[in-house]
């Protein structure tokens, strides 16, 4: 026989590849088991209905520790899932849902939002990383950027929604994530997302709210805070309309 041969027929070459073989099966195995930590067990949109955990099972939950000290589970069978309203369309298993109520705060399809801690997101530094300019002082406008503050803000139908009070600040990227607008013919200030906004010299533009839709536009408890569930409701707020502001947006374009 030669060098490494066990016997006529196995050699240690061929052990060692069998052992491969079942080493990376069970990191196959594994691998998806952890995948199964998050959006498992799946609901199947039915009320009542029975809840799929796949395969291979959900696992048991892990705890990981957070660097501000708190620890959360993975999964977390008691975390409540983001509410939404709405119906099957049809009354087959499968059939898309449509909204029930006002479509925007529906939670569904471009509005759906994730059930995420109801706390600030914070720095490195242990500091509120999203705050208006009015808390970050030592971050300002840009001498080459357009200073919005106290400008207009249109909805899709070329009407005031409303008036720039401040920009939103994130500390850790150096970039502004949100504007934030008092409605007009009241005093509740909103947030809206700076990717859906379009700024101009002298107003902006918000193509997906009509004006006389921003006054629904999830609110935050504090005035100098938003926490990541509430980024969440707001932006699924505007991602909703994006579809469903007008029913013209639900056609076909030709």
Known sequence: ME???ITAYIDVAQIVLYIFWVFFFGLIYYLLRENHREGYP???GRENGPRMGGWPSVP???VYKLANGHEVLSPDHNRQDGEYKGQ???PWLGAPLEPVGD?????????????RADVPEMTHENEVKIVPLRVAKDHGVAPQDTDS??????GADDQIAGVVRDFWVDRSEMIFRYIEMTVKGSDKHVLIPINFARIHEDAI???????????????????DQVTMLEEEKI???FGAGLLYAEPNRQEPLV
């Open 3 to 5: 060098t490494g041969a």
């Open 42 to 44: 799946m609901d199947n």
């Open 60 to 62: 048991e939950p892990k």
């Open 88 to 90: 099957p369309m049809h």
């Open 103 to 115: 479509p925007l705060l529906a939670g569904l399809g471009p509005g759906a939002w994730a059930n």
């Open 149 to 154: 503050r106290g400008q207009n803000v249109y």
């Open 205 to 223: 533009d918000v193509h997906a709210l009509m004006s006389h839709q921003f006054a629904n536009v999830p609110a935050t408890k504090s005035p």
């Open 235 to 237: 932006m699924g707020y």
